[in-house]
């Protein structure tokens, strides 16, 4: 259940349903595959929100093709994924709510451990993935004790809960679900289960984002996640983790101002107060060109950049086993011309248009924006028809695949045709692979924009 949130979304399920809860899974065929092949279980993204794991930029075909057993997850969303209200916590055992969509994931796991060799898998070979809101659950995953011995490795695409303020504490999921009811006059637990699915899942759409956050609701999460890492209590597993050079345009910080000095200025002391100063010296200005990247870097920043590079730090530091740093930065070529002069939402090769023609067609980026790495880790580009695709963009799916898969099988992306990919040391300037036409391995420069981010984010604590 979800409301059509987002235009580059394209599902082949026959249907939306509560009755929700499938996996996908793609083996390689013949008769001679080996037994006990290397597992990647992909969760997919969506603020939580929207997304099914029939989206055609999941497919598992060409991961298959590699010697891969691929599963996809469908996980519940939103209301019916991550309602936390009273009454709720006396019908557990452990006295909590909520994070139903991470106990669907947890199901998905123990699915994959008792069936996956059935298909050829290794149930002690499974590398859990996902982009943006399942990172944020692979990081979630990898904390929990549901999943303890169930993950063999773990790679994140833009995103974990390990940044700006974790995860809610019970308390205040619970507030703001009893705040959600009241406003759509239902004042019990009762009322709510007789509304019909459909009726429900409308009564979100004016919801703020945030309304069913992720909790610490005692069992999947037992406490607060970043603790969870500083302890090193999480999965000790090799991660290979990253993020894109774009993750949000300067809008997300300006707003409809310009991107000059002035406004990105007076931007950062709305937004920082007393920090501005700290935060202007590493998101450095000098013109209005300069201050377009600053704010753009500053945005992908807040938006998901910090929380992922946050994971990667304190994975490096107790999780004891290889993490791996990349930064994805080819930008997605024009859209073919098919396309047309305008349009509004582009979904994995179907233009879904619903302004009659009056939007105009968005700007090219300049970057690599939020999610547009999926296609290109997963070997899918032929199945999304609205970018025209060129030759680099193959060569550079097949460099970041091959990098996957490396992974996937061995915990290590190393291996033959790719360039030497170093671990995390941070006794060490940190070594970042760059995902571009020239992939190559460079020193980690944003460091102190994040340590500055960091230091703010724990004096907010």
Known sequence: MQLPVFGDMNFRSDGMSEDCLYLNVWAPGGTHVPARLPVLVYFYGGGFIAGDGSEYRYDGESMARRGIVTVTVNYRLGIFGFFCYPGLDRETSYHGCGDYGLLDQAAALDWVRNNIGSFGGDPDRVTIAGESAGSFSVSALMASPLSKGRIA??????????????????????????????????????????MPAADLLQATANASFGTFPVVVDGYFLPRQIVSIYEDGMQAHVPLLVGWNSEEMGSGFLLGPEKPTVGHFENAVKKRFGDHADSILRVYHAGNDSEALHAATDLASDLFIAFGTWKWSEIQSRTGGKPVYQYYFERARPVMRAEMGNSVAGLAGGVLKDTTGGKSPRPATPSGAVHSAEIEYALGNLP???????????????????????????????????????????????????????????????????????????????
Not at 389 to 397: F, I, L, R, T
């Open 383 to 461: 199945s999304n028809r609205v970018y025209d695709w060129q030759a680099d963009d193959y060569k550079v799916s097949d460099i970041l695949q091959t990098f996957f898969a490396n992974f996937i099988k061995t915990g290590n992306p190393n291996g033959m045709t790719v360039p030497f990919w170093p671990r995390v040391d941070l006794q060490k300037p940190v070594q970042v692979m760059h995902i571009n036409t020239m992939t190559r391995v460079e020193t980690e420069i944003t460091r102190d924009r994040y340590l500055e981010l960091d230091h703010i984010n724990l004096n907010n604590r």
């Open 153 to 194: 490795g773990a790679i994140g695409e833009s995103g974990s809960l390990l940044g700006n303020g974790g995860v809610s504490t019970l308390e205040k999921a619970m507030a703001s679900g009893q705040h959600f009811a009241e406003g759509i006059h239902k004042s019990s637990l009762e009322a709510l289960r007789a």
